[in-house]
C-alpha cells in the first residue's frame, strides 16, 4: 500500500473520532456513566468499547502487541457482557477513559506506519485495508448506539436530527418485474461477512412506495384504532403530538417520516393499510432506483438469517451468533447513520419488538393488487 493510502486511512479514523468527540463534548464524566435504560449501554461503555475493539483488531491481532490494560477487553466483549449489567462493571472511566482512547489510537497509527496493505496482502484481514474499513465502520457504527442512548439525555442538542427527504412528484409506488436478480455485496471492497457472498434470487414481481410512511399517516392510524404513539411522543392539550425527546417539547412534524416505531408496529401498520413490509431482497433489488432513503432505517419483513454460501469474517460475533428467527432485518439508514456506513447491501438487525433505534416504515405489496 502506498503512503498516500495510508494517510488516507490515518485521515478517516482520525475524522471517525472527531465525530466521537464532537459527539460526547457537551456531556460531562457523570452523564457518560449514567445508566438510563437496561437495552442501552452507559456511554462510557461504547466508548471504552470502540477504543478496545481497535485494540484488539489493529494493536493486538495486527501489531502483535501486548494489550494495554491486561485482561480489561473481557469488560468490552459485548457477547459476554449483555447491556443491562454495563453500568455495574469495572470499565474504564472518565480521565482514564480518555486516555485510553488516546493511547490505543497512538499505537493504532504507529502500527498502520508499518504494515503492508494492499489488494495482494496475504493476510485477508490486511487486504485492501479491511481491518482498518471495519475499525472505522463499528466506530461510526457506536456513535449511531449513543445517539440512541442520548434521546433519553435531558437538554442533549444533538448536531442532526431527522428531517425531510425532498422527493419529486410521481406515483406513491413503483412496480419492480419479476425475475432473476443479484444481491449482496461485490466479492471485493469493503462490506461485512453477512453481506455476502453476493448471490441469485427470484422475485415475484411487486410494488413498493416511494417514500417512508409519514407521522401524518402514521396519526391517521393511531385515530382510526387507538394504537400507541412511537416512542418519545405524548399527546399535548394545545400543541396535539409532541416529541418529548432530550427532554423537549417539539410539535410533531407531519411531513417528516415515522420514527422509532417497532417491527411489531411497522407490521401491523402495513397489514392495516393493506400493504406489507418488503423483504430484504425485495428492498435491495428496489434501492438504486428509490428516493427518500436515509432518515430512518427501514424494517423489512425478513428473519436475519445467512446468504447461501456465508462465511464467517472475521469473527463469528459479528453476524453469525445472531442468524435466525429472532431479529429482523432492516434496510437502507437514518438521520443519524453516517454515510460511509450506508450501502444498498447493508444489514442492520434488531429485536422486532425494539423501538429505541431509529427506524420506521416503507411498503409494499405484491404487483397487481
Ligand atoms: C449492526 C447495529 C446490530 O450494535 O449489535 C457494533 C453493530 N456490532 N459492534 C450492534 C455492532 C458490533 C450491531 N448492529
Ligand atoms: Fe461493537
Redesign the pocket.
Known amino acids: 500500500m502506498t503512503s498516500s493510502s495510508k494517510e488516507a486511512i490515518a485521515d478517516r479514523l482520525a475524522e471517525a473520532r472527531r465525530r466521537t468527540h464532537e459527539l460526547i463534548e457537551p456531556l460531562d464524566d457523570a452523564q457518560l456513566n449514567r445508566v438510563y435504560s437496561p437495552i442501552l449501554s452507559p456511554l462510557a461503555w461504547d466508548l471504552g468499547?470502540i477504543a478496545n475493539?481497535e485494540e484488539l483488531w489493529l494493536v493486538q491481532t495486527i501489531g502483535k502487541r501486548e494489550p494495554l490494560h491486561g485482561e480489561l477487553g473481557r469488560l468490552y466483549d459485548?457477547i459476554e457482557n449483555p447491556r443491562k449489567m454495563r453500568g455495574e462493571l469495572p470499565i474504564l472511566r472518565d480521565a482514564e477513559l480518555r486516555s485510553y482512547l488516546a493511547d490505543v489510537r497512538e499505537r493504532t497509527l504507529e502500527v498502520l506506519d508499518a504494515v503492508e496493505i494492499d489488494a495482494g496482502a496475504e493476510d485477508p484481514l490486511l487486504r485492501e485495508g479491511f481491518v482498518y474499513e471495519m475499525l472505522i465502520a463499528?466506530e461510526l457504527?457506536?456513535q449511531?448506539?449513543m445517539l440512541q442512548l442520548l434521546q433519553m439525555a435531558d437538554r442533549y442538542e444533538p448536531l442532526r436530527s431527522v428531517g425531510t427527504e425532498p422527493v419529486p412528484p410521481g406515483p406513491e409506488m413503483v412496480g419492480v418485474d419479476g425475475g432473476t436478480y443479484e444481491i449482496g455485496a461485490p466479492p471485493t471492497g469493503f462490506a461485512?461477512d453477512n453481506e455476502r457472498p453476493r448471490h441469485a434470487v427470484e422475485l415475484a414481481p411487486f410494488e413498493i412506495d416511494r417514500t417512508p410512511v409519514t407521522n401524518a399517516a402514521y396519526i391517521a392510524y393511531m385515530e382510526a384504532t387507538g394504537v400507541e404513539p412511537p416512542l418519545y411522543w405524548e399527546g399535548d392539550a394545545e400543541a396535539g403530538w409532541v416529541s418529548v425527546a432530550m427532554g423537549r417539547r417539539d410539535p410533531v412534524d407531519s411531513a417528516q417520516p415515522a420514527i422509532h416505531l417497532s417491527w411489531e408496529e411497522a407490521d401491523a401498520f402495513a397489514r392495516w393499510a393493506g400493504k406489507r413490509l418488503p423483504t430484504e431482497q425485495e428492498w435491495e433489488v428496489a434501492r438504486p432506483s428509490l428516493e427518500a432513503v436515509g432518515q430512518v432505517w427501514e424494517w423489512t419483513s425478513s428473519d436475519f438469517r445467512a446468504h447461501p454460501g456465508f462465511e464467517a469474517f472475521p469473527y463469528r460475533?459479528?453476524s453469525e451468533v445472531?442468524f435466525g428467527v429472532e431479529?429482523k432485518v432492516l434496510r437502507g439508514g437514518s438521520w443519524a447513520t453516517a454515510a460511509d456506513v450506508m450501502r444498498p447491501s447493508f444489514?442492520?438487525?434488531?429485536l422486532p419488538q425494539r423501538r429505541q433505534?431509529f427506524a420506521g416504515i416503507r411498503l409494499a405489496r405484491d404487483a397487481g393488487r
Open positions: 468499547h475493539f459485548a463499528h457504527q457506536h449511531e448506539t461485512y460475533e459479528y445472531f431479529y444489514r442492520n438487525w434488531d433505534i
